[in-house]
Every structure is written in structure tokens, then in C-alpha cells.
């Protein structure tokens, strides 16, 4: 069975721009959960989606959006890029939103200039 | 609200040496703890998890950790090390779930030869 898959797996951007980023959880998985992880620093908590609704968000600005589709996967949406959004982008997909064991994808490095 | 925070942003031991990861947490409810590695350039693999069951608790490729309540830690060892181990170590801890998790800043595992 294919892991969490997330696309692109790297992207430039200029700052100002608009970002969409992707994630298919693995199959029958019906919760996926977006982090921000900055160089040298541990995954920050962005949101939480579970049968398409919202479960949870961190504490980021409105910039940042997010929704999930009926066959489950994710689409993170950053808006007027700023320079310190350059980061790895986590998805982590679990069975339910109360489940006590998530699994990652690889990662979207994004890169503003 | 919880908090994690990693004692040593760089721990450097010998092959063969124990390895001796410490976090400790803060948590307003009875947490969920998780210990995950991350190799560069890569999402992150769960090594191993507390759910309030047994205190000490076995992971994967011959870590463990054990759950104190009473100095709000979860320590993360392993008898010998491997080369292979090298990697970031990151401790999380969650109120609810796996996918909302809190972690730490990390701790870069060095293993000399």
C-alpha cells in the first residue's frame, strides 16, 4: 500500500505569490493533519481535517487555508507568501481524527524569495 | 495547552554506547506521547508511542521509552547504539490524538564510529 503521498516535493515561490500544496493520505484514512516545520525547529501544528471538516487549527494567520475533499485528500492553501513561510510542509494522515497513531508524508520544502 | 520541551539540541555518543534522548512535557489533561526520527530530507517515522497504558513502552528498532508522571517525563533509550540511529529525534505530546500533536524543537543524535 502507497504511504502518505504529497505534491510537489519542492517549489520556489516569490514573495507575495499564492501556494497549493497536496496530500493523498494513505487508502482508508479519513483524517489528515497539515505542520509547518522551519529549518532547525520541530513541526508546528497548522490543521486538522476529518470526514471534511475542520478539527482543529493552530495558531497560524488566515493566510493559511485548507480543505479536504471527499476521497480525503488535503490541499494547503498559503496566500501573500512571506519569506519566513519557507519551510517543510508535513502532512499526516491517521484512521480517524481520534486516532492515537499519525503517519507523515516526506514533505513539500518551500522555498520563498 | 502543552509544551514539550527536548534537553539537548545535540547529544553525540559512541557505537555501542546507550543512547539517552530526554523530553519532558507539560500537559493540562493526561497526554499522548510520541517519540519520532526523522532522517534528512524525509517526513517523520513514529518510534514509539505512551496511550496510558503500560508505563514503559517498547518501540521500533530496539528504542523505548518509560512515562513518569511525577517528573512529567518521557525519556527515549536504546542499550546500544548503531550507527544508523543517527537521525533528529523529535518528542510530541497530544490531549487527544496523534494528529494534533505539540512537539519538541528536536534533538540531533550524532553516533561516532
Known amino acids: 500500500d502507497a504511504g502518505v503521498t504529497q505534491s510537489p516535493t519542492h517549489l520556489i515561490k516569490t514573495r507575495g505569490q499564492q501556494v497549493t500544496l497536496r496530500c493523498s493520505p494513505i487508502s482508508g484514512h479519513k483524517s489528515v493533519s497539515w505542520y509547518q516545520q522551519v529549518l532547525g525547529q520541530g513541526p508546528q501544528f497548522i490543521f486538522q481535517y476529518y470526514e471534511k471538516e475542520e478539527r482543529g487549527r493552530g495558531n497560524f494567520p488566515d493566510r493559511f487555508s485548507a480543505r479536504q475533499f471527499p476521497n480525503y485528500s488535503s490541499e494547503l492553501n498559503v496566500n501573500a507568501l512571506l519569506l519566513g513561510d519557507s519551510a517543510l510542509y508535513l502532512c499526516?494522515?491517521?484512521?480517524?481524527?481520534?486516532?492515537?497513531?499519525?503517519?507523515f508524508g516526506q514533505g513539500t520544502r518551500l522555498t520563498v524569495v | 495547552a502543552q509544551s514539550v520541551t527536548q534537553l539537548g539540541s545535540h547529544v553525540s555518543v559512541s557505537e555501542g554506547a546507550l543512547v539517552l534522548l530526554r523530553c519532558n512535557y507539560s500537559s493540562s489533561v493526561p497526554p499522548y506521547l510520541f517519540w519520532y526520527v526523522q532522517y534528512p530530507n524525509q517526513g517523520l517515522q513514529l518510534l514509539l508511542k505512551y496511550t496510558s497504558a503500560a508505563t514503559l513502552v517498547k518501540g521500533i528498532n530496539g528504542f523505548e521509552a518509560e512515562f513518569k508522571k511525577s517528573e512529567t517525563s518521557f525519556h527515549l533509550t536504546k542499550p546500544s547504539a548503531h550507527m544508523s540511529d543517527a537521525a533528529e529525534y523529535f518528542c510530541a505530546v497530544s490531549p487527544t490524538n496523534a494528529g494534533k500533536s505539540t512537539f519538541g524543537d528536536g534533538t540531533t543524535l550524532t553516533v561516532k564510529p
Open positions: 499526516a494522515s491517521s484512521l480517524s481524527a481520534g486516532n492515537t497513531e499519525a503517519f
